[in-house]
């Protein structure tokens, strides 16, 4: 839900729970590895499934996030976002446009949504989400047909066009997470580094150990 101590959360570590990367691993063990070693916030993302597969497939996962204390949240699709009763929904630029979606999603959900360049940060941030996605940093792992890598000088020069937090993501792993928490993010969105990694919990700790402590 998306309340004050839902906005907290908003920073540090954001696993991507997505099955054609895990393909190798359970996604609730996954899950339940990585918020043991620390993740307070992750996404489900299947861009493959049909409604009802996607569905069978998030509501385990977003009952065991509850047991776990962790956010979850829906990619693109608002009517699972709801479906799953999931905190929030993470949308993409070609996605429901944000003030629909908050109409669909009601006043009490997350909503984050994706930006690879300056217009992007500046529209977005214009609708008053709840957090942005910015990227790819580096080259992604997970995705063959991403947008144009912007670089560390990218996410330094878009830091200073919002106040909203700012999760990076895109090909960033633990030797270079503390370059892209030092260039202005509030948070780094990780999927390969974290679902294909032999230790799930040691590489979370890994991450973290690289990251500001979050303030209580």
């Known amino acids: 839900m998306r309340t004050a101590h839902s906005l907290h959360l908003l920073t540090g570590l954001y696993l991507i729970l997505d099955p054609s990367v895990a393909s190798t691993r359970s ?18 993302r299947n861009k493959n499934a049909s409604m009802k ?4 497939e ?3 996962l977003r009952k065991l996030a509850e047991e776990l204390g962790v956010l979850f949240i829906v990619n693109d699709r608002c009517d ?46 214009a ?21 144009p890598v912007v670089g560390i000088e990218g996410l330094r020069a878009i830091r200073t066009l919002t106040s909203l937090p700012v999760f990076a993501i895109g090909g960033i792993a633990v030797e270079n997470v503390g ?19 032999p230790d799930i919990k040691q590489t979370v700790s890994e991450f973290l150990s690289q990251m500001p402590a979050p303030a209580s």
């Open 27 to 44: 996604l609730r063990d996954a899950l339940r590895q990585s918020a043991q070693a620390g993740v307070k916030i992750v996404q489900y």
């Open 179 to 197: 370059d892209v928490m030092k260039a202005g993010a509030n948070g780094v969105a990780v999927i390969s580094a974290i679902l294909k990694a």
């Open 53 to 56: 597969e996607a569905y069978a």
């Open 80 to 125: 699972l976002a709801l479906a799953v009763d999931a905190d929030g929904v993470h949308l993409g630029q070609g996605d429901l446009p944000l003030d629909l979606a908050r109409k669909v999603m009601g006043p009490d959900k997350l909503i984050g949504i994706s930006t690879h360049n300056a217009d992007q940060v500046r529209e977005a941030s």
């Open 127 to 147: 609708g008053k989400p709840d957090y942005l996605g910015f990227g790819p940093i580096f080259k992604p792992g997970s995705k063959q047909d991403h947008d």
């Open 58 to 60: 998030a509501l385990p």
